[in-house]
Structures are given as C-alpha cells and as structure tokens.
C-alpha cells in the first residue's frame, strides 16, 4: 500500500465509525456550520486545532500560516476573517501559536531563506524590532525564543483590531472577543497570553470612525 493511500483508508473507518456513534452526524453537519470560534494557527503539523483543543467537525474554523501571522495584505487571512466573523458572526477569534516555532526561529536567525520565505519571515522581524529592548535583554537563547513567540502573538491579535472587520463587528455587535494562546509542543498545554476584549482601546491611528 503507498503512504498516501492509508490516509483514505483511514478516512473510511473514521467516517464508519462516526456514523454508528452518531447516525445524524454527517447529515447535520452538511445542512449548517456554526462554528463560535475562529483559529489562526500555525501550519505547523505538531498543532492541529481540534485535537488540541478536544473539538469536533463543525465547531472551530480555521486558518493556518506559518508562524499563525495577521498580515494586513495577506488577502487569504483578511477572507477568512471576514467570512468567520461577518458571515459566520463567531464570538472569538484565537491565534496559537507554539513554543519551538519553526518561522520565529527562522526569522531570528541572518540566514538567507530565499525570496518568498525571506518576505514572509520579514513580518516576524519587525516583531522582533517592535520588541528588541526587551528580547536583546534576556540573556538565554531559548528564553528568548520563547518570548518572541510570544510576542508574535501578541503582535497579530493586535494586527486583527486594526482591521475594519474586527472594528465593525465590535460597534454593531460587541464580538468578537480576541485571544492571543501559545501551545506547548512539550507538554501539550495551551498558555493564554494577551486578551482584547470586544470593543479594547486601539492605537487612535488605526482607529476607523465611520464604520
Ligand atoms: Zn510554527
């Protein structure tokens, strides 16, 4: 059997056995997603939404990049944003990222990744000069690698309230509440590190005032 062809194999005992826990299941799910969460993760294959958190098929929407970044011209993430949280109208909107990320590592480093990556990694640099008082005091390596992540998220859930997206929804509706999570690849648990909550106080420069 090749590798790949496991993974259908799989798929159908899944869906098999889905079926006998819960005969509607499928059928349900096929009507009508309501999902109250929306996730912005990294690609990262160790940080899969759902089975970290416990969640079903139809309960998180999801967006993954590398390193979990908000970039105000990445017109994929701004789509899904505004899917999820105009159309979808869910409650929160969570970014995780993890300890021992791969892009912030990378993005810390002088190495020459080449091109798209190099712009990429780019955006995870200017956190790091955002934050370089800060990150150069911490005399541990890993520590402040550590920190940098994050920072990082900090960073792109306030990149999501700078959008009109995240503004109109917070002034015609109070939604959705913004959450800034790192993963712990080591020991499976989620740390939360910054909050805004709907309707935070934002940078006046950022701010739209005829939303
Ligand atoms: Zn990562």
């Known amino acids: 059997m090749k590798i790949y062809e496991k993974l259908l194999l799989e798929n159908k005992a ?7 826990d819960d005969p509607t299941f499928f059928s349900r799910l096929s009507e009508i997603q309501t999902p109250e969460f929306l996730w912005i993760g990294c690609s990262d294959s160790r940080v899969p939404a759902n089975e970290i958190t416990n969640t079903q098929p139809g309960e ?22 505004d899917y999820a949280v105009t159309h979808l109208k869910v409650k ?12 912030v590592k ?7 990744y080449n091109k798209i990556l190099n712009m990429w990694l780019r955006n995870i640099k200017d956190v790091f000069s955002l934050h370089k008082t800060e990150l150069n ?28 997206i995240i503004q109109q929804a917070w002034k015609n509706e109070q939604r959705p509440h913004l959450h800034g999570w790192v993963y712990g690849l080591k020991d499976g648990l989620i740390k939360p590190v910054f909050e805004m909550e709907a309707g935070s106080e934002i940078d006046p ?5 005829d939303l």
């Open 137 to 164: 005091g911490i005399p541990n390596e890993e520590s402040k690698f550590d920190r940098l992540v994050e920072l990082n998220v900090q960073e792109q859930v306030m990149h999501l309230a700078k959008t009109s």
């Open 205 to 209: 420069l950022y701010k739209y005032d």
């Open 106 to 112: 990378a993005a810390m480093t002088n190495h020459n």
């Open 60 to 81: 998180i929407f999801v967006h993954r990049n590398i390193a979990n970044m908000v970039v105000h011209t990445d017109v994929n993430l701004l789509s899904v944003l």
């Open 14 to 20: 899944w869906a098999q056995e889905r079926k006998q």
């Open 92 to 103: 929160h909107v969570i970014v995780c990222g993890h300890y021992g990320c791969g892009g």
